[in-house]
């Protein structure tokens, strides 16, 4: 007999008058999330442009281009067709996709590995650069890990909890990023910081929303959420092209230090 996840996640039955009051402070919270993000990444960037050269800067960019422009290609839409899902979720569609997304995203980092030499040379990456997409491509592992808990407390409308990793790992990167730059890191100082980063909001989300991790397959969960999943995933394909499509063209036309300028 399928388990219901909310004899494991205690999922409530929201009313209609429940979704209304959810909805309102959700968008409130969400909006003080932005605001307080974009404060923090603006202080942020106005020190380490103190501490880091254009050309570091530009790398960080690229490379995070790079991993953005793949990381498209390893999820197919799963996490919002399990949000959108009107009848409770089953344990075993959460460990199918929760089993699926693991291979594709290991997958993915195994892609960018064999293809490391390629990139080098398209963007004429040092050493410290490769270490920083190696990087960022381990953080997909981190970010794939805590879907699940996140589709859980966004299914409950629950976002006073959901930003709370958010939070936590923008100050965590930006902290740690601007002081290890201070301290004439250069490059690896956003390398650093993304690992520190992933580990920590890993961590936080798993306390705020427990969740016991487990691999299963079910032919029937992704057949159902792939026709949502699917069309989903394709409509921010032009979004994807249009911003790291275009960094990732320009880096390797400008180089770094051209596209930071």
């Not at 936080?204 to 995933?233: C, E, T």
């Amino acid at each position: 007999m399928a388990e219901s996840v909310e004899q494991l996640d205690p999922t409530e039955s929201l009313s209609v008058e429940n979704i209304k009051k959810k909805a309102v402070s959700g968008a409130f919270v969400l909006t003080l999330r932005t605001v307080l993000l974009q404060g923090v990444s603006f202080i942020a960037i106005a020190l380490l442009s103190v501490f880091l050269e254009p050309s570091q800067f530009g790398v960080f960019f690229i490379v995070s281009s790079v991993i953005n422009f793949l990381a498209y290609f390893s999820d197919i839409g799963f996490a919002a067709a399990l949000i959108q899902k009107k009848d409770k979720l089953e344990e075993i569609e959460l460990k199918t996709i929760f089993t699926i997304q693991q291979i594709m995203v290991v997958s993915l980092i195994f892609l960018i590995i064999v293809a490391t030499p390629l990139i080098q040379s398209i963007y004429s990456f040092s050493s410290e650069s490769i270490f920083l997409l190696w990087a960022l491509a381990f953080s997909l592992l981190f970010s794939s890990l805590k879907t699940i808990p996140s589709v859980m407390l966004e299914r409950r409308l629950d976002f006073s909890k959901l930003i709370i990793p958010q939070i936590a790992e923008t100050l965590i990167f930006n902290i740690t990023a601007v002081y290890l730059a201070s301290k004439g890191f250069g490059v690896a100082s956003f390398t650093w910081a993304v690992l520190i980063r992933g580990i920590f909001g890993l961590v936080i989300m798993y306390m705020i929303q427990p969740w016991m991790p487990g691999f299963a397959f079910s032919k029937d969960s992704v057949k159902s959420l792939l026709k949502f999943g699917i069309p989903y995933q394709g409509n921010t394909i032009l979004a994807m092209v249009k911003d790291d499509g275009m960094i990732l063209i320009l880096g390797g036309i400008l180089g770094s230090s051209g596209l930071a300028c």
